[in-house]
Antibody, heavy 125, light 107 residues
Framework: EVQLVESGGGLVQPGGSLRLSCAAS????????MDWVRQAPGKGLEWVGR??????????DYAASLEGRFTISRDDVEKVLYLQMNNLKTEDTAVYYC????????????????WGQGALVTVSS | DIQLTQSPSFLSASVGDRVTITCRAS??????LVWYQQRPGKAPKLLIY???TLQSGVPSRFSGSGSGTEFTLTLSSLQPEDFATYHC?????????FGGGTKVEMK
């Protein structure tokens, strides 16, 4: 069965840290760029960032609004994607999704074809 | 940065209705636009990519069109399981952007 399963969510105080994991099974992982997307309660989807694959040097890109507080990494051997979140703010409260990026042509006509079930992160004192 | 504006934000419709949702980009994105369906408490589900290509397994009542700055998602005959929120997303350039979403509710 194809699965992306997030874990590591929970309640954290403002200024705290949290690391989310996204474990892949039943799908190819190594050759794909991976994205994190979040959704605040009752709000729309917001792109968090992306990590490229090994062929593209594992380069990462982030939404500017995160101000360098988040870091994406991956372990291609274990097929796990990570999101390290530091100095968390109340406005980071959201469900965080990992998603596999696929493309019709190399880097053209891309889309997120597989999504995890989401991990809820609540930042509150 | 590219912004996407979806309209309408809310839509009331009945089973069997034809429904059209629009997504406008602040600058040209060729056909690098994707549509997702999201049911409450669930992850987004890919419907259409490259503006008009139906993802495998998605019913043919869903269709997408457009290029450049204006795109549409059409449901030819709304079914009970189609009441959900629909999102557009551009993959032309970073930062990736989503539209604000369109919630399709039962009239």
């Amino acid at each position: 069965e194809v699965q992306l399963v997030e874990s590591g969510g929970g309640l954290v105080q403002p200024g705290g840290s949290l690391r989310l994991s996204c474990a892949a099974s039943g799908i190819t992982f190594t050759d794909h760029h991976m994205d994190w997307v979040r959704q605040a309660p009752g709000k729309g989807l917001e792109w968090v960032g992306r990590i490229r694959d090994k062929a593209d040097g594992y380069i990462t890109d982030y939404a500017a609004s995160l101000e360098g507080r988040f870091t994406i990494s991956r372990d291609d051997v274990e097929k796990v994607l990570y999101l390290q979140m530091n100095n968390l703010k109340t406005e980071d409260t959201a469900v965080y999704y990992c998603a596999r990026r696929n493309c019709r042509f190399p880097h053209i006509n891309c889309y997120s074809d597989y999504w995890g079930q989401g991990a809820l992160v609540t930042v509150s004192s | 940065d590219i912004q996407l504006t979806q309209s309408p934000s809310f839509l009331s419709a009945s089973v069997g209705d034809r429904v059209t949702i629009t997504c406008r980009a602040s600058q040209g994105i060729n056909n690098d636009l994707v549509w997702y369906q999201q049911r409450p408490g669930k992850a987004p589900k890919l419907l259409i990519y490259a503006a008009s290509t139906l993802q495998s397994g998605v019913p043919s009542r869903f269709s997408g069109s457009g290029s450049g700055t204006e795109f549409t998602l059409t449901l030819s005959s709304l079914q009970p399981e189609d009441f959900a929120t629909y999102h557009c997303q551009q993959f032309k350039s970073l930062p990736l952007a989503f539209g604000g979403g369109t919630k399709v509710e039962m009239k």
